[in-house]
């Protein structure tokens, strides 16, 4: 059974930094593209980041471009998400998920895994 589990979010303060982790569990994620998304209040899930597992191609919605950095540990099936210059508009709930497909998707229906999701608060 695939599992993603996410942590590392928490309450920051606007311009700070968090680091969120998705240990994937159950299989090799080496022919699978991995990404984050987020969903805020009264908001649709939306794209933040993602990374083909093999390779290391990413891609980032322009929102966070240029402050947030998608990596992937492959010893440790692990993918990584470093949040920086936090603002407030980047509370949400975030999430991991995996696809088969071997590209970069920001369409939700198109990944086959999800994690739980993990909460990330930023007070102005």
């Known amino acids: 059974q695939v599992q993603l589990v996410e942590s590392g979010g928490g309450l920051v303060q606007a311009g700070g930094s968090l680091r969120l982790s998705c240990a994937a569990a159950?299989?090799?994620?080496?022919?699978?593209?991995m990404g984050w998304f987020r969903q805020g209040p009264g908001k649709e899930r939306e794209f933040v980041a993602g990374?083909?597992?093999?390779?290391?191609?990413?891609d980032y919605a322009d929102s966070v471009k240029g402050r947030f950095t998608i990596s992937r540990d492959i010893s440790k099936n692990t993918v990584y998400l470093q949040m920086n210059s936090l603002k407030p508009e980047d509370t949400a709930v975030y999430y991991c998920?995996?696809?088969?497909?071997?590209?970069?998707?920001?369409?939700?229906?198109?990944?086959?895994?999800w994690g739980q999701g993990t909460q990330v608060t930023v007070s102005s």
């Open positions: 159950g299989r090799t994620f080496s022919r699978y593209a």
């Open positions: 990374i083909v597992w093999s390779g290391g191609r990413a």
């Open positions: 998920a995996a696809t088969k497909l071997l590209v970069i998707i920001t369409s939700t229906p198109s990944y086959d895994y």
